[in-house]
């Protein structure tokens, strides 16, 4: 059974930087797209960014300039380099993978931006 690990969140102040990982436990393969989400209390979950097979990119207008996505095929792991964090960055961060028409979900890591 394929699950997905997250790792890296944390508390971070403003303008700092947090980097996290996503990586595939168990046997998975032609992994199609790698992005993350992001939820904040009280609000509707946000896709953040995503990044296809080849290592095309797609960011959220709020996050570009800032946040760098990618990935490692043979470690089935994603990546999401967050730089100059604001506070309205903080929610609970998922992965997903798009596989062969499932999706599958990373349990999420809390990021917090306070100083």
């Known amino acids: 059974q394929v699950q997905l690990v997250e790792s890296g969140g944390g508390l971070v102040q403003p303008g700092g930087s947090l980097r996290l990982s996503c990586a595939a436990s168990?046997?998975?393969?032609?992994?199609?797209?790698m992005g993350w989400y992001r939820q904040a209390p009280g609000k509707e979950r946000e896709l953040v960014a995503t990044?296809?097979?080849?290592?095309?990119?797609n960011y959220a207008d709020s996050v570009k300039g800032r946040f760098t996505i990618s990935r490692d095929n043979a470690k089935n792991t994603v990546y999401l380099q967050m730089s100059s964090l604001k506070p309205e960055d903080a929610a609970v961060y998922y992965c997903?993978?798009?596989?062969?028409?499932?999706?599958?979900w990373g349990q999420g890591t809390q990021v917090t931006v306070s100083s």
């Open positions: 168990g046997t998975i393969y032609s992994i199609n797209t």
């Open positions: 990044i296809t097979t080849p290592g095309t990119t």
């Open positions: 997903y993978f798009f596989v062969r028409g499932r999706v599958y």
